[in-house]
């Protein structure tokens, strides 16, 4: 199964843009990669995913780099609601579940 | 909201019982996943059901099991607990997508099982 690398954790400004590496080297061609976040104990709320391209929602963009192996979840403003454990999610070739690793807790500070 | 619905939100038991977790996915979702996340394990992934069949398991003990029904709501059953079950159980729902076959997980928002 394909891995994810992230930092910790991470601050951020207010206001300012929050970008949360993620490296995954041994993804597959066919594998995309996922970002969810976990804010408490809630369940984790799906933000982003992509294959190849740069994508980009009413919530994120998510940079990948041409060769796959590595990407970013960016979140252009940040706000004191997007303090939560963010994950990065490489989906297993060939299978349905995901397998989520230790994540990045990102703090928003005021 | 994602419009997956779990039930109960809190449950609270004793070592040795039997208790059954309730989900019910999104709407046309017809594949159901049960995570389980505790303190030192993170999250991890039980099992998962695609139209009443089981597709795929992971790290499941053999006291628990699942079933979907024809209804596509999914039921986890947990028996002799043991003081180590005690976490947080998610379940998680999934469509097809049509655009780019990725398939997407919506989670509920969980059932926090203390086994005392």
């Known amino acids: 199964d394909a891995k994810t690398t992230q930092p910790p954790s991470m601050d951020c400004a207010e206001g300012r843009a929050a970008n949360l590496p993620c490296n995954h080297s041994t993804i597959s061609g066919n594998e995309y990669v996922y970002w969810y976040r976990q804010i408490h104990s809630q369940g984790p709320q799906y933000i982003i995913h992509g294959l190849k391209n740069n994508e980009t929602n009413e919530m994120a963009s998510l940079i990948i780099t041409e060769d796959r192996k590595s990407s970013t979840l960016i979140l252009p403003h940040a706000t004191l609601r997007d303090t939560a454990v963010y994950y990065c999610?490489?989906?297993?070739?060939?299978?349905?579940?995901?397998?989520f690793g230790t994540g990045t807790s990102l703090t928003v500070i005021p | 909201d994602s419009g997956v619905t779990q039930t109960p939100k809190h449950l609270i038991t004793a070592t040795g019982q039997r208790v059954t977790l309730r989900c019910s996915p999104r709407?046309?979702?017809?594949?159901v996943y049960w995570y389980q996340q505790s303190l030192d394990q993170g999250l991890q992934f039980l099992i998962q059901y695609y139209n009443g069949e089981e597709r795929a398991k992971g790290n499941i003990l053999e006291r628990f099991s699942a079933q979907q029904f024809p209804d596509l709501h999914s039921e986890l059953n947990l028996s002799s607990l043991e003081l180590g079950d005690s976490a947080l159980y998610f379940c998680?729902?999934?469509?097809?997508?049509?655009?780019?076959?990725?398939?997407?997980?919506?989670f509920g928002p969980g059932t926090r099982l203390l086994v005392l």
């Open positions: 709407s046309g979702d017809l594949s």
């Open positions: 999610i490489v989906r297993v070739a060939g299978g349905n579940q995901f397998y």
């Open positions: 998680a729902s999934s469509p097809i997508s049509r655009r780019d076959g990725a398939k997407t997980q919506y």
